[in-house]
């Protein structure tokens, strides 16, 4: 069965350095993998999406994530943050039958001046 | 706008007093599901829906029911709620199974069972 990692529940960093959040899964076949954010009061937004074109994904707001199955991970990272990346962030994968996106626990992201 | 729409965004109730989350999605898309979000527990599936009429259990459906008579419509029913349903009930569309798609999510509702 699928499931997914994230480590750390909490992650702070200053305005301008280096994000990096952390996802491993577990998958018994090709997984499809997904990064979803969610702001305060808000649903959840698609940040980027791996579906086996590239390893190396980019999503939106300056995100990119990269596929490393050596490692089974999908970790997220961008160069430089911003204020407005403070947020809860979500790695998923879809479930063997499509059904279902089963995700982490969900890793908040504070941003500091 | 492209949206998926929760109504009510917050209920509070008591034990027992059934109660429905509608949940309408205006993309055309056949695939709708029901999330509830609870804190350390990331999201989890309750019910999902592949077409109209076509409904099945997630991972965490006792207590809850849903239907799907219209294709934009898959409403959250709760025939006897419980304080353990106090939680963040997210509803999700799709155009379809969750491999390649963007899962499209309305903002929430928060519901607390006293």
């Known amino acids: 069965a699928q499931s997914v990692t994230q480590l750390g529940s909490h992650v702070s960093v200053s305005e301008g350095a280096l994000v990096l959040l952390r996802c491993n899964y577990s998958s018994s076949v090709p997984p499809y993998l997904f990064w979803y954010v969610q702001y305060p009061n808000q649903g959840l937004q698609l940040l980027l999406k791996y579906t086996s074109a590239a390893t190396l994904v980019k999503g939106i707001n300056g995100f990119e994530a990269e596929f490393k199955k050596s490692e089974t991970s999908f970790h997220l990272t961008k160069p430089s943050a911003h204020m407005s990346d403070a947020a809860e962030y979500f790695c998923a994968v879809s479930d063997q039958a499509g059904t279902a996106l089963i995700f982490g626990k969900g890793t908040t992201l504070s941003v500091s001046s | ?114």
């Open chain 2, 1 to 114: 706008e492209a949206q998926v729409t929760q109504n009510p965004r917050y209920l509070i109730t008591v034990t027992g007093k059934k109660l429905t989350v509608t949940c309408s999605q205006n993309m055309n898309h056949e695939y709708m599901s029901w999330y509830r979000q609870d804190p350390g527990l990331g999201l989890r599936q309750i019910y999902y829906s592949m077409n109209v009429e076509v409904t099945d259990k997630g991972d965490v459906p006792e207590g809850y029911k849903v239907s799907r008579k219209e294709k934009r419509n898959f409403p959250l029913i709760l025939e006897s709620p419980s304080p353990n349903q106090t939680s963040l009930y997210f509803c999700a569309s799709s155009s379809g199974r969750q491999m390649n798609t963007e899962a499209f999510f309305g903002q929430g509702t928060r519901l607390t069972v006293v």
